[in-house]
């Protein structure tokens, strides 16, 4: 895996790990001399002049914005001196992040910090003093009834917020936390790269929302749990919990650094800034808010992260389309360029993006996201009635596919602007995710505030997703892990500390583990194959739990055995062809006969093979979209082939309530629960008399 060249060097010194208390100080210190750097010392090439490498072949797109003005001047200046830019130069030159840039970033950073400080102390520090005032005025008796209520509260405060949080800042923060760092730019050069096959899936997300409710969301509800798999074990076993709960700590333990890290890229792309100078101050300043506030910090932080993040797609999207000559520009150009397209018409799972694997794998592919994940579950957990649940479901798809909508816009335009000079193939963007970054600082590069407020997007997007699931880890290890084990012998302290020392533990290893993540190329991979190889079996297993209450304990747990291992080997194989090269999806083609800078050709010629026409034909070729479907089938199947050898459970003898409401219905009106009424809402809440 390439990286960019600010990431490089920092591998050269990165033998030795330095202690976080000296990486942090280093880390500022070299924040500050770049930021000085950028903003002190002149480039080879004005920031004006970044578009002179890029003319437009459109007349009225080169007159539509004052930046091309300026890049006509350039351009002759150029012509003159009868010399080119090199891509090491020009990328150079393209690092223009102004001290306006900084300042946006910083504040979205001292933004969230003070967020997390304000409901880490001043709000907690307003509750306890209300809470006493209630206890003054009641007799000895009363008081020791409250103090008995308070019991628990930690945990339920710092892990659902009191499960007295609101519709929409839940809401925003399920789409912040959605949508990490790697989707935000990932989506956009899906678009470019394979066209608008992939936007098809949005449509899928009311599918799964669906699901979501009728199925998964009723069940949790009123079991009111603040770990996902605790229903393991009131369903199954004991163990049955601890595997799904080990499972969820292993893909967070890999998952942590590289949230972090693909946006570090991005930073590095458009600052120049190491990653290593980046990743130690975002991350702590992440675990911090995340310790300190728990869930209200995040939900609230994830709030500003997810108008940073609209508000910078807004920009690319009004900026970047004016800057091409208006929408009829930006369609013509995808159009003429194969990028408008649809998904085939076709039931072979080896196709990348067919009707089978978008719609069907597509659906499949979000419910586990909305149905059965840890981080998404537990903000549904956090609102007072299954009322408001379903308020924040609808809220949540809408904002989720305005965002996702956002990103394949952005996509559009990126193909527009380079559909004759392709930054990939030239090695302008040494990797696909520094592609967009490139197009921001062409775009938005002009306008001071507007490249740092892209950052903030980016780091919004990974901070999200790296506090809820710091958020998540301490509920797992608490509930799962911890409090089984020690019980009531755990005070509100214990609970507290332990809390807060999972968020502290798992976040501070993070910054380390980013090194591990830069030098082995394969992690990213081995992340994308650990992930497939989860999903899919966990929401299999859940299934089984919700929906056939004959399947046994041990059935289900050789059924998950012999799925995870299957696709692990499915995922992995996938990724060895990949790797080497024997298989690989076609790309659409690009062009580079307009660019107007120097580059190495042979890279160029090298690329081609990527898109020549593939097919492949075994099942390891199959679309990635349709691995969590597999995955769910395979657990769903052998789960149930496994009755066969370990038998079938009376229905009765399972609890109606871990069942999904319409077996409820079934059982009921076949008289498997004759005394027994449906229930149709949750279970009265938790909440804190004090408030």
Same mark, same amino acid.
């Given at each position: ?113 003070? $967020? ?5 102390? #001043? ?41 007295? +949080? ?80 080990? /499972? ?26 190491? $990653? ?47 800057? *091409? ?50 981080? $998404? ?69 002009? #306008? ?23 958020? %998540? *880890? =301490? =509920? ?36 380390? +583990? ?24 966990? /929401? ?22 012999? %799925? ?5 080997? #499915? ?50 070729? +199959? %679309? ?51 005394? #027994? ?15």
């Amino acid at each position: 895996m390439s990286t960019a060249s600010g990431a490089t060097k920092a591998m050269e010194g990165a033998s030795t790990m330095p202690t976080t208390p000296t990486l942090v100080t280093k880390a500022f210190v070299k924040t500050v001399e770049a930021i000085i750097s950028s903003t002190t010392s002149s480039t080879s090439l004005p920031s004006s002049s970044s578009t002179t490498v890029f003319p437009s072949t459109d007349s009225s797109s080169s007159s539509s914005s004052s930046a091309a003005t300026a890049a006509a001047s350039s351009t002759s200046t150029l012509g003159a001196s009868g010399e080119k830019l090199s891509v090491k130069d020009l990328s150079q030159a393209l690092q223009h992040f102004g001290i306006v840039d900084y300042l946006v970033f910083v504040a979205m950073l001292a933004i969230c910090a003070i $967020i997390g400080f304000y409901f880490g102390f #001043i709000e907690k520090k307003q509750k306890k003093k209300k809470s006493k005032l209630v206890s003054n005025g009641k007799d000895g008796a009363g008081a020791a009834g409250i103090e008995e209520q308070r019991r628990g509260s930690e945990a339920l405060d710092y892990l659902v917020g009191g499960r007295k +949080m609101k519709v929409f800042p839940v809401a925003l923060s399920l789409v912040a936390s959605f949508v990490s760092g790697i989707s935000l730019l990932g989506t956009s050069t899906e678009i470019y790269v394979y066209g608008t096959q992939y936007a098809f899936i949005l449509v899928t997300l009311a599918f799964s929302g669906a699901i979501s409710w009728y199925i998964f969301l009723p069940v949790f509800c009123n079991l009111q749990l603040t770990s996902t798999y605790e229903y393991f074990e009131r369903r199954f076993s004991r163990r049955m919990r601890l595997f799904g709960a080990s /499972l969820f700590v292993l893909k967070a333990i890999i998952w942590l650094p590289i949230a972090v890290y693909v946006p570090a890229l991005s930073f590095n792309q458009v600052s120049g800034v190491d $990653i290593h100078t980046i990743t130690p101050i975002v991350i702590i300043i992440c675990t911090f808010y995340t310790c300190v506030g728990g869930l209200k910090g995040v939900v609230y932080t994830d709030v500003v992260q997810s108008v940073i993040m609209y508000g910078s797609l807004i920009a690319i999207m009004i900026k970047g389309t004016i800057d *091409l000559g208006g929408f009829g520009v930006v369609w013509q150009r995808n159009l003429d360029g194969g990028r408008i397209n649809a998904p085939e018409w076709s039931l072979d799972p080896t196709v990348r993006m067919s009707v089978l694997s978008v719609f069907l794998g597509g659906t499949f592919f979000k419910l586990q996201s909305t149905s059965i994940n840890q981080t $998404i579950i537990q903000r549904f957990m956090s609102l007072p009635s299954i009322k408001h649940v379903k308020q924040t479901l609808f809220i949540f798809t809408i904002g989720i596919t305005l965002l996702y909508a956002g990103c394949v816009y952005v996509g559009l335009v990126c193909y527009a602007t380079y559909y004759d000079c392709d930054p990939m193939s030239t090695g302008l963007a040494g990797r696909r995710d520094q592609l967009v970054p490139l197009l921001v600082m062409r775009v938005l590069g002009v #306008i001071p505030g507007l490249p740092g407020l892209f950052v903030s997007a980016v780091f919004s997007a990974a901070l999200s997703s790296l506090s809820t699931l710091l958020n %998540s *880890l =301490a =509920a797992v290890i608490l509930e799962d892990f911890v409090r089984p084990r020690l019980g009531k012998a755990m005070t509100e302290r214990h609970v507290a500390m332990t809390m807060r020392l999972v968020v502290v533990i798992f976040g501070t290893s993070s910054i380390f +583990m980013v090194y591990v993540v830069e030098k082995l190329g394969m992690v990213l991979q081995l992340s994308a194959t650990l992930q497939s190889s989860l999903y899919g079996p966990m /929401l299999g297993i859940f299934a089984v739990g919700m929906l056939m209450p004959w399947v046994t304990e041990k059935s289900v747990f050789v059924g998950s055995i012999l %799925s995870f291992a299957t696709m692990a080997w #499915i995922a992995v194989n996938a990724q060895i062809a990949n790797v080497s090269g024997s298989f690989r999806h076609t790309k659409l083609p690009v062009s580079v006969e307009q660019c107007e800078y120097e580059f190495d050709m042979n890279r160029y010629l090298n690329s081609t093979a990527e898109y020549e026409p593939h097919s492949g034909t075994s099942v390891y070729h +199959m %679309s990635f979209l349709l691995y969590t479907l597999s995955g769910a089938l395979l657990a769903i199947v052998f789960s149930n082939l496994a009755t066969l050898i370990f038998g079938r459970q009376d229905v009765t003898a399972v609890d109606e309530e871990l069942l999904a409401p319409i077996v409820q219905r079934y059982l009921r009106r076949n008289k498997y629960y004759d005394s #027994i009424e449906l229930k149709k809402q949750p279970k009265p809440l938790v909440v804190e008399s004090s408030d």
